[in-house]
């Protein structure tokens, strides 16, 4: 998810993120770890988010 200075991500748009894993996860809980690196063009320094969510797979 990245964009130019001409054509700025529109804050509070979802992205879909997809995870590639040899074999696929297996069934259960996974926890998914976050950052966000926010490229902002009036702010001297990159605003940085982190996050975790737990999911669980069921097939």
């Not at 700025?8 to 509070?12: A, I, K, T, V, Y």
């Not at 259960?28 to 976050?34: D, N, Q």
């Given at each position: 998810m990245e964009t130019a200075y001409d054509r700025?991500?529109?804050?509070?748009t979802a992205?879909?993120?997809l995870v590639?894993?040899?074999g696929g996860f297996p069934d259960?809980?996974?926890?998914?770890?976050?950052l966000q690196q926010?490229?902002?063009s009036y702010l001297p320094f990159p605003s940085i988010n982190t996050d975790a969510?737990?999911?669980t797979l069921e097939a």
């Open positions: 700025r991500w529109p804050f509070g992205a879909t993120i590639d894993h040899p259960g809980e996974h926890e998914l770890a976050l926010l490229r902002v969510k737990r999911v």
